[in-house]
């Protein structure tokens, strides 16, 4: 999957972006109709920063799990 930010052509089963970090690979999926494989992806990513770790990116995947839970 090609990375929406920087144009990097990343492997299908990247959870997210291997040269900018961006988790813009599940919306891609969630774009793509692929909900529930964005969901259980962003899932697993929100559950790898745990401790508080406030980025941008963090921010992003929960707000794009926020908007598919929903
Ligand atoms: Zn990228």
Redesign the pocket.
């Known amino acids: 999957m090609r ?1 929406s ?2 144009g ?1 052509d990343n492997p299908s089963d990247k959870k997210f ?1 291997g ?2 970090g ?1 988790t813009s690979l599940a919306r891609l999926l969630a774009s793509h109709g692929r909900c529930d494989e964005a969901r259980s992806m962003l899932a697993e990513i929100y559950n790898w920063f745990t401790g508080g770790i406030d980025t941008a990116d963090l921010k992003e995947a929960k707000a794009l799990l926020d908007e598919l839970s929903g």
């Open positions: 990375c930010r920087c990097s972006c040269d900018c961006s």
